[in-house]
């Protein structure tokens, strides 16, 4: 079954740098997702993404958050400047085109997660 | 706006025996909703679904979940407890095109 892979799985980084958190989702998917989690807390929406753009974006996803979609299969997000709060578990996630009476409903396809963590 | 609220951040159940995580949602339309599982350092796997078709609905490693829309839940259950499903689950709404989770709850089983 296809998967959602992401890379690194755990990145250790300085307060203030900048940070790359990679993901690679299924082939055949068209919406983009980032998610994170805080340990301990719950998984927080940070933005969506399809045809090239930004569909949603939550508070949590400032002006030091970026996501890009370079070359048609890699899904990145970038962070400037980072804070010692951004330490958390990043998630990417796809799924197929919304509007769809067959995927209307369709879950999101996770990956396993980037460890992020800013010292 | 839809949310759905998970009552109880840890459950604990002896092996073998029934497993019940709660989950009531808010929507003024119909709810898509959807069970997802976290094992321990790894990602989340969807479990379920809801999709209307049939309000009970049976997902992978023998869980099922029951929509009742009298009482705006979602309950997430197993007739019997492993020691594998030792994990963090999370009950999840469509809002959207983006799914929104509830905070987790943490089960616990006990030998």
């Known amino acids: 079954e296809p998967e959602v892979t992401q890379t690194p799985s755990h990145q250790v980084t300085q307060m203030g740098q900048e940070v790359i958190l990679r993901c690679v989702p299924i082939?055949?998917?068209?919406?983009f997702y980032w998610y994170r989690q805080i340990l301990g807390q719950k998984v927080e929406f940070l933005v969506s993404?399809?045809?090239?753009?930004?569909?949603?974006k939550s508070e949590i996803f400032d002006d030091r958050f970026s996501v890009e979609r370079p070359d048609g299969s890699n899904f990145t997000l970038k962070i400037r400047s980072t804070k010692l709060e951004d330490s958390a578990m990043y998630f990417c996630?796809?799924?197929?085109?919304?509007?769809?009476?067959?995927?209307?409903?369709?879950?999101?396809?996770f990956g396993n997660g980037t460890r992020l963590t800013v010292t | 706006a839809q949310s759905v609220t998970q009552l109880g951040s840890h459950v604990s159940v002896s092996e073998g025996a029934l497993v019940l995580l709660r989950c009531n949602y808010s929507?003024?339309?119909?709810?898509?909703l959807f069970w997802y599982v976290q094992y321990p350092n790894q990602g989340l796997q969807l479990l379920l679904k809801?999709?209307?078709?049939?309000?009970l609905v049976k997902g992978i490693n023998g869980f099922e979940a029951e929509f009742k829309k009298s009482e705006t839940s979602f309950h997430l259950t197993k007739p019997s407890a492993h020691m594998r499903d030792a994990a963090e689950y999370f009950c999840?709404?469509?809002?959207?095109?983006?799914?929104?989770f509830g905070k987790g709850t943490r089960l616990h089983i006990l030998p």
């Open positions: 996630a796809s799924k197929q085109r919304p509007g769809q009476a067959s995927s209307w409903n369709s879950p999101l396809h």
């Open positions: 082939s055949n998917h068209l919406y």
């Open positions: 993404f399809y045809n090239n753009e930004i569909s949603e």
């Open positions: 929507s003024s339309v119909p709810p898509y």
């Open positions: 809801y999709t209307s078709a049939a309000t």
């Open positions: 999840a709404v469509n809002r959207d095109d983006k799914i929104i």
